[in-house]
């Protein structure tokens, strides 16, 4: 009984953890009306200077959009979006002229930046980290473009490539993730306002980690963000995104789409740390996060590595997926959930072997605390041609309390009888033993669980790459603080 | 001929037809077919499955004269033949068996699992049309096996066994799913197996390439109740094993394993499902399949443990072994868990023959076509010399044999 009642001690001390990232800089914002029809996509394509061929490929994916319903199968519960509800474009005012340095940005931005830990000015003396900021909506400033422009990286916004790079664009945006392909993914190519594009040239090895940070600033703003990243033959790239959001009390709508190609012997790692606010503690608020993510590996011995920490967010909606079209290429995936208070996620991956050897390996961590649900749902299927390919896939789920839940849902299929798939799983709560050998050994409960968490997601946690780690395991804690240890 | 219209054509000739409330009830499952409830694409009971043959068919039963038998073996076993879903009525002090009967009419729509979102155990509710009680009496120790058969060709069978075990006996049933017509037989076994009782359950199935075998069996354990479940899959023709069990009290348990032996263009679609609603239960899942030629096979696994159901230990495995380049395997194994004091795994495999053990056998100077089957029987040995009765040892070794014997 002992453990029960500090447990649930701690179990309420959980609810009080405030989320501490929630300010709110006061920047005016530049709207058009609410809603979304075509002049809503008018306007954005309007506002971006963008040409004709693009404005048509947005209005053509308005009309799928319209078309389509919201996919159902997922494990989750929360009110119909109101699409007519919502901004779909919010730029901080004046950036219509881009500023030409740091000193033209608006102060206050740059005040926010460096609550979250992100100075700017420092960035560009800190060991190889570019940041391409978004705020809101616009990209504010780039560094290091200069030494990366040397390597022929094209690192920048997207409206930016659409303007420079537009035959990159034309033929890659889309290509993996077709506009038509579920309503979210219809929506975004609709509406998407900014987010990065990324180009590494054949046979170059990006020098640093290139990494973006979002901030959801703009109450009432979706954010749609558009990323795609190309990696051409014999290139390698890794890059990082993460995000926190301002306290807020509506839902905020955020559906991106990120793509990423990896040509013949290409390698992209993609790391994410995602920390959206996740309302607060009687569930009220928070983002609605409804994210697509897709690599394809195009050529031979191509790799796409995704890893991601997923603590935020009232509902997430998230499945990083790899195409393993090139023979032996490889496909991996790493992922950490911790859901809190009333949070949902529903994120996992799919693993789509087309070419002969290809590889996958999936390791999925689902950590459920408070009244929230957690479910892994991955597919794994190897086509007719998949000779030899290979899966593992392990996904271990924690509980803490019995209210939440976590469940597994795995897809497995095969249609080839040289390919070899592996899957297990097991969920279980902390156990007994290690937390008696910890406070034995004079750690608090609250420690204790923290040292045994963090233990568990070890293994997902070391893929990050080094900018990351410190932040993804002071989350981890963050995450667990007070509710558990 | 659609499902609508062999009711509509068909409606005095299904069972209890002359009920009004149970018309009433079967006008409510009869709206799920005509405003498409049921999602093709992601519906797990349509799966894999040939829709034309089952959404469209002929429908051909006749309720003819009563050719089952029920005999007691000089072993003190009881050998039941049950032909088109009707059994000899027969009581002793051991065991109760009658055919379904008004009285039971009550029975026939109060089920909560009814409500599955399953299109088989929703047209077996609308079309039944025959069915039979076994009651196991109280503190009993008793063999039972039964012989299900068809009489005529191209019958369409629609029934409802309900067995009880009532507290403290201990059963052994196995069940012969062996025919050579061409049918479909759609049966819907409904298990309640009371405190303290034991029930072992061997399912055996051959059946011949146009006869298909819809089964779905839905056990009820009571207090410390234990279910085992055998289900051996030898068929050419269509078969699906669907089972639910629901572990309502506590210390009960449930193992269900399932084995399929697939060729030809052959499909086998499997689920089992466990609730767990109570503290301190148990539960296994095991399938193992062998898919050879164009065969196709699916396997949903489910664990599902309700908030109150603390202790709990919830295992699944599913293998499967493709022997061919055309044969497909699908497999869900599904984990849902509102209780934190639990333990609960699966594990799923699928792939070709280890090419190790293969080579290994290969340099030792045994060909490579024996060096298969070799390992196919070895995948599965474990199981089959844990069965104890040696009836059905020898039964499901000589098929065995038989399929090994096609293996090219």
């Known amino acids: 009984m002992f453990v029960d009642t500090e447990t649930l001690d701690t179990l309420n001390n959980f609810s009080k953890n405030k989320y501490k990232y929630g300010f709110v800089t006061e920047i005016d914002s530049d709207k058009p009306k609410k809603g979304l029809d075509e002049d809503t996509v008018k306007f954005i394509s309007l506002k971006k200077k963008e040409p004709k061929w693009m404005l048509d490929w947005r209005l053509n994916s308005f009309s799928k959009w319209k078309e389509m319903k919201e996919p159902q199968w997922a494990n989750l519960s929360f009110p119909k979006i109101d699409y007519q509800d919502i901004y779909y474009y919010s730029a901080p005012k004046g950036f219509d002229k881009k500023p030409k340095d740091l000193s033209e940005v608006d102060p206050k931005l740059i005040e926010t930046y460096n609550k979250l830990g992100i100075p700017l000015e420092e960035q560009k003396v800190l060991a190889g980290v570019a940041v391409d900021v978004v705020f809101d909506s616009v990209s504010v400033a780039t560094t290091y473009k200069g030494e990366l422009e040397k390597l022929g990286i094209i690192f920048c916004s997207i409206g930016e490539a659409v303007q420079k790079h537009p035959d990159l664009v034309k033929k890659y945006l889309g290509s993996v993730i077709p506009p038509g392909d579920h309503s979210f993914s219809a929506l975004n190519s609709a509406v998407f306002t900014d987010g990065s594009f990324v180009y590494i040239p054949k046979n170059v090895k990006c020098p640093m980690e290139l990494s973006t940070y979002f901030r959801i600033n703009s109450e009432d703003t979706g954010q749609f963000e558009r990323t795609l990243i190309i990696a051409d033959e014999g290139s390698y790239v890794s890059y990082l995104e993460g995000c926190t959001a301002p306290r807020r009390d509506s839902n905020q709508l955020h559906a991106a789409n990120v793509e990423l190609i990896a040509l013949k012997d290409a390698e992209i790692k993609y790391s994410t740390v995602q920390n959206w606010y996740p309302g607060d503690e009687e569930g009220k608020g928070g983002i609605y996060n409804f994210v697509t993510k897709r690599g394809l590996c195009a050529g031979e011995n191509s790799k796409i590595s995704w890893t991601q920490v997923e603590t935020g967010s009232a509902i997430t909606w998230k499945y990083p997926s790899c195409i393993l079209k090139g023979d032996n290429s490889i496909g991996e995936f790493y992922s950490v959930a911790i859901t809190n208070n009333y949070q949902q996620a529903d994120t996992g991956t799919k693993m789509t072997h087309i070419g002969k050897n290809t590889k996958s390996k999936i390791i999925s961590k689902g950590i459920s605390l408070g009244h929230s649900q957690n479910t892994y749902r991955g597919d794994v299927s190897f086509s007719k041609k998949a000779d030899k390919a290979r899966n593992y896939t392990q996904c271990d789920s924690l509980l803490v309390g019995n209210k939440c839940g976590a469940h597994t849902v795995p897809y497995i299929e095969s249609k080839n009888n040289t390919a070899i798939i592996e899957h297990e799983a097991s969920t279980s709560k902390i156990n007994e033993d290690q937390l008696y050998y910890c406070r034995q050994r004079g750690l608090n409960h609250e420690e204790a669980v923290s040292l045994i968490v963090n233990g568990f997601c070890k293994q997902v946690l070391q893929e990050l790459p080094m900018e990351f780690a410190v932040e993804a395991q002071k989350l981890v804690s963050i995450s667990l603080e007070g509710s558990v240890g | ?408």
Request: negative net charge.
């Open chain 2, 1 to 408: 001929m659609n499902i609508q219209d062999i009711y509509n054509l068909n409606k005095k000739n299904f069972l209890y037809s002359q009920y009004s409330d149970v018309e009433n009830d079967r006008n409510n499952v009869l709206t799920n077919f005509s405003i498409n409830k049921f999602d093709k694409k992601n519906n797990e009971s349509l799966r894999n499955t040939d829709l034309k043959k089952f959404f469209e068919f002929d429908y051909k039963y006749n309720h003819q004269e009563n050719q089952s038998i029920t005999r007691i073996n000089k072993d003190g076993s009881y050998s039941i033949v049950s032909v088109n879903g009707k059994c000899e009525n027969y009581d002793d002090e051991q065991i109760q068996i009658h055919n379904l009967s008004e009285l039971d009419s009550k029975d026939y729509f109060n089920n909560e699992l009814l409500n599955t979102d399953d299109f088989f155990i929703d047209l077996n509710s609308l079309l039944l049309n025959s069915g039979f009680k076994i009651k196991i009496k109280k503190n009993k120790n008793v063999k039972i096996k039964i012989s299900n058969l068809i009489s005529e060709k191209n019958f369409t069978v629609f029934q409802r066994n309900y067995i009880l075990c009532e507290e403290g006996s201990s059963v052994e049933l196995i069940d012969e799913y062996e025919d050579k017509n061409d049918a479909i037989n759609n049966v819907y076994k409904i298990l309640q197996i009371e405190k303290n009782a034991n029930f072992n359950h061997t399912i055996v199935q051959e059946n011949s390439f146009n006869h298909s075998l819809i089964l779905s069996t839905h056990t009820i354990c009571k207090e410390r109740a234990n279910y085992n479940q055998h289900v051996y899959n030898f068929s050419e023709g269509y078969v699906r094993n669907f089972h639910f069990s629901d572990l309502k009290e506590t210390n009960s348990q449930v193992d269900l394993q399932g084995f399929f032996f697939l060729r030809n263009s052959n499909t086998s679609n499997n689920k089992t499902f466990v609730r767990h609603s109570s503290e301190d239960c148990k539960s296994n899942q095991a399938y193992k399949g062998i898919l050879n030629d164009s065969s196709k096979a699916t396997y949903f696994s489910n664990t599902h443990v309700d908030s109150v159901a603390q202790k709990t230990e919830g295992y699944q495995l599913s293998k499967g072994i493709l022997l061919s380049k055309d044969a497909y395997f699908f497999s869900k194994p599904e984990l849902k868990i509102y209780a934190d004091d639990v333990k609960c795994s699966h594990g799923s495999t699928i792939g070709p023959i280890d090419e190790n053990a293969i080579f290994y056998l290969r340099s030792r100077g045994i060909s490579k076509n024996a060096a298969i089957k070799m390992l196919v029987s070895s995948f599965i040995n474990e199981e089959l010399n844990s069965i104890v009765n040696d009836y059905v040892f020898e039964m499901i070794e000589k098929k065995l044999i038989r399929y090994l014997s096609e293996i090219k």
